[in-house]
């Protein structure tokens, strides 16, 4: 479980830096598509654009689990380094530095419907974790 949550840790936060949820809205159920798919219109209105180069895992570890009637869920700790730059839309920086690693740390929360035959796991909410 944990290696299969750290590559979509991965794969979810490359897809937002490149503002393509398409290649992974098969990890993402409605609530947190909608929110992301927000967060990245209201960048685009801005005209904004992001660029992310993922450098690894500090940490990966499963916080806690368990089952709700028919679903099961499970908190993950990412503790990640990353280069992470924000620029207006005349190129100028408004977050980040790309000289600089950023030590990011964050709680997300996979959630799985027992009665489905497939363990496919998806994320149900994000947060920071410091």
């Not at 600089?100 to 740390?105: D, E, M, P, W, Y």
């Not at 419907?113 to 796991?121: G, S």
């Amino acid at each position: 479980f944990v290696e299969n949550a750290c590559a979509a840790y991965e794969r979810i936060v490359d897809a937002m830096a490149r503002d393509a949820l398409k290649p992974v809205e098969h990890l993402l159920p409605n609530e947190p598509r909608l929110d992301f798919a927000g967060f990245l219109a209201a960048r685009r209105i801005r005209g904004e654009a992001a660029s992310l180069t993922f450098i690894g895992f500090r940490a990966a570890e499963l916080l806690d689990s368990g089952v709700e009637g028919q679903t099961a869920w499970a908190d993950m700790r990412f503790a990640t380094d990353l280069v992470s730059v924000l620029r207006d839309r005349e190129g100028n920086i408004v977050e980040g530095d790309p000289r600089r690693i950023k030590h990011c740390a964050e709680r997300w929360t996979f959630e799985r419907d027992l009665r489905q035959r497939a363990p496919r796991w998806l994320l149900a909410a994000t947060d920071t974790d410091g």
